[in-house]
Structures are given as structure tokens and as C-alpha cells.
Nanobody, 123 residues
Framework: QVQLVESGGGLVEPGGSLRLSCATS????????IAWFRQAPGKEREAVSC????????YYADSVKGRFTISRDNAKNTVYLQMNSLKSEDTAVYYC????????????????WGQGAQVTVSS
């Protein structure tokens, strides 16, 4: 049974940082891509970042380039999203999702999803 569990969300002031974690089970992380998506109220779910299988190709949305960093620890079966210089427009529920092998930018391409973690950027 595949499970993804996000943690690390919360309330932070503009300019602050948070690190999200996506703990996985039921998959061999070497062979899977892990993506982070986010969904703000009234908006569609959008891709934020993705790290592919063991060759570790990495992708970022233009809106987060230079501020967010995705990384993986296969020994811990966990993927991280370090978020720096947070802005109010980063406020959303953040989801991690997984599919076999390579990253895709479309949410429908992913087979398994976590429950989501709320990130609120506000003063």
C-alpha cells in the first residue's frame, strides 16, 4: 500500500522559511518521481516542483525558482521542499504526489497523493 504523508506546514511571515517533508512508504523511491503541487482557495492545483527517479532531474515552476529547493533522501524514503523568501501568494495547501520514473507537470499523471499541508504566509 502506497502512502505519502506531508508535514512541516504552518504560519510564517513574509520573507520567512518553511521546510515541507513528504514521507513515503510502499514504493522504492529510487524508481519514482515525487512532485509538489499547491492549491490556493478558488484556484486550480498547480505544479510547484518535481524530482525524478534516481537520475534526479529537477523542475521548478517559474514562480518559485531561486526560492524553493527540492531534495530527496532515499534512505529515509522522504522528499523535502525547502521554501525560502516566502510571499503571501505562496499561501496554499501543498500536496506531494508520486508516479513511476519521470516527472510530469500535469496533476492527473500522478497515481498517489498525500493529504496536504497548509502553508500560510501572512504578517
Amino acid at each position: 500500500q502506497v502512502q505519502l504523508v506531508e508535514s512541516g506546514g504552518g504560519l510564517v511571515e513574509p520573507g520567512g522559511s518553511l521546510r515541507l517533508s513528504c514521507a513515503t512508504s510502499g514504493i522504492t523511491l529510487d524508481y519514482y518521481a515525487i512532485a509538489w503541487f499547491r492549491q490556493a482557495p478558488g484556484k486550480e492545483r498547480e505544479a510547484v516542483s518535481c524530482i525524478s527517479n534516481s537520475d534526479e532531474k529537477i523542475y521548478y515552476a517559474d514562480s518559485v525558482k531561486g526560492r524553493f529547493t527540492i531534495s530527496r533522501d532515499n534512505a529515509k524514503n522522504t522528499v523535502y521542499l525547502q521554501m525560502n523568501s516566502l510571499k503571501s501568494e505562496d499561501t496554499a495547501v501543498y500536496y506531494c504526489a508520486t508516479k513511476f520514473w519521470a516527472c510530469r507537470g500535469v496533476a492527473g499523471s500522478y497515481d498517489y497523493w498525500g493529504q496536504g499541508a497548509q502553508v500560510t504566509v501572512s504578517s
